[in-house]
Nanobody
Framework: QVQLVESGGGSVQAGGSLRLSCAAS????????MGWFRQAPGKEREGVAA????????YYADSVKGRFTISLDNAKNTLHLQMNSLKSDDTAVYYC????????????????????WGQGTQVTVSS
């Protein structure tokens, strides 16, 4: 059973930066697709970034390209999301998620494809 624990959320002014972390444990498969999703009040959950742990390929939503960077520290089993040039539209609860490769054919942003989720961490960007 994979367990995911997010940290690093907080409040920041527009234009600022935050770094989210997701500590993972309980891996039983050789590779996973791991992603960051967010959900703002009254909106659907949306994927913002994903990474294939087997080869390091990364994927970004258009809304965050050039501003967010997803990375994986294999030694510490920790997923990161570096968020720069934050905007008020980035305000949301951010969730870390994972799914074993083989259960999906490619990494993507369909939240229903992910079967492991963290508890979420709040990011608030004030303008």
């Amino acid at each position: 059973q994979v367990q995911l624990v997010e940290s690093g959320g907080g409040s920041v002014q527009a234009g600022g930066s935050l770094r989210l972390s997701c500590a993972a444990s309980g891996y039983t498969y050789s590779s996973y697709c791991m992603g960051w999703f967010r959900q703002a009040p009254g909106k659907e959950r949306e994927g913002v970034a994903a990474i294939y742990t087997g080869g390091g390929s990364t994927y970004y939503a258009d809304s965050v390209k050039g501003r967010f960077t997803i990375s994986l520290d294999n030694a510490k089993n920790t997923l990161h999301l570096q968020m720069n040039s934050l905007k008020s539209d980035d305000t949301a609860v951010y969730y870390c998620a994972a799914v074993p490769m083989g259960w999906v054919t490619r990494c993507g942003f369909r939240s229903s494809a992910y079967n492991y989720w963290g508890q979420g961490t709040q990011v608030t960007v004030s303008s």
